[in-house]
């Protein structure tokens, strides 16, 4: 009688292992790049998540709180103090809106738009080793997942 594979349970097939996770994969990505990013940020001085809510502002600037934290996928109580950081910081002012007082209306600064551009030529595709097509299609591939995921977890919950 044979003896199953080390990996292989007596009774059926091997477990999964940590590598096969998808989520996993992307988890462990994302601290990957924020290794990569960290030195670009610091001489920058700022946070991953103050960089994207900069990035976001550069795309669209005068954006609500929530519309900026839908963007984001961040709630507006971890938002809201990150937005107050970065307008202590002198890059970003926040003012609320005229026509409806409960909506809080965020803007980059000429000192949050110099920042960005200090930045934006800084990117990390090439440290990936995807070249640029692969890149493109590897993040929209991500931005696939995300996308469905959301939905599912929207349709669970309802």
Known sequence: MSKPAPDTPADGPAMPK????????????NLAYGRAYKPILEELGVTYTQWIIIVA???QDDQTVGGLGEKLFLES???????????????????????????????????G?????????????????????????????????????????AAEGS
């Open 18 to 29: 940590l590598a096969d996770f998808m989520c996993f994969a992307v988890y462990s990505a």
């Open 57 to 59: 502002l550069w795309e």
């Open 77 to 111: 109580n971890t938002l809201t103090p990150i937005l107050k950081k970065l307008e202590s910081l002198g890059y970003l002012s926040r003012r609320r809106a005229p026509d409806d007082e409960r909506q809080v209306i965020v803007s980059l600064t000429p000192a």
């Open 113 to 153: 738009r110099a920042l960005r551009e200090k930045g934006a030529q800084r990117t990390l595709v090439k440290a990936t080793g995807l070249d640029p097509e692969e890149f493109s299609q590897v993040q929209n591939a991500v931005v696939r997942i995300r996308d469905n995921l959301v939905r599912h977890a």
